[in-house]
């Protein structure tokens, strides 16, 4: 994966001390709530505010460096951007698990021309849920 400091040199974002924790942990926990996300940097930056978090969430956005997730019955989730891929949820867990997407998205329809984004979320129980 590529480092977190290039992915801010990349954009046009000015490289901020929040701004690389803020994707650090995002990269740790690959999957994250803004609550939760606001957790852990007021552990680093204590007098951070969430607007302040909010900011560069919104900036990291519009660079294309990370993106929102929307799973059904739980808070949105940011991650990093990468290669399009489809989520698992686990309903036990509600951990969000990545996975490729290879023909489950290749529709044969005439009308469609280009697929310019896709998002797909599969629910079930994962194993360690089912104790395998």
């Not at 690389?20 to 990269?27: F, M």
């Not at 997730?69 to 867990?93: A, R, T």
Request: hydrophobic share 35%; proline share 4%; with cysteine.
């Amino acid at each position: 994966m590529q480092d977190i400091s290039a992915l801010l040199q990349n954009s046009a974002l000015k490289i901020t001390p929040q701004r690389l924790t803020i994707l650090s942990i995002i990269r740790k926990y690959g999957h994250i709530a803004i609550d939760e996300l606001y957790e852990q940097i007021r552990s680093v930056y204590p007098t951070i505010s969430l607007a302040t978090v909010y900011k560069n969430i919104n900036a990291l956005q519009d660079a294309n460096i990370i993106a929102q997730i929307h799973p059904q019955m739980q808070k949105p989730k940011f991650e990093l951007k990468k290669q399009q891929h489809g989520h698992f949820i686990c309903k036990v867990c509600q951990s969000v698990y990545d996975f490729k997407l290879q023909n489950i998205c290749s529709p044969n329809l005439d009308i469609i021309d280009d697929i310019e984004e896709k998002e797909v979320y599969l629910y079930g129980v994962c194993k360690k849920c089912k104790g395998e």
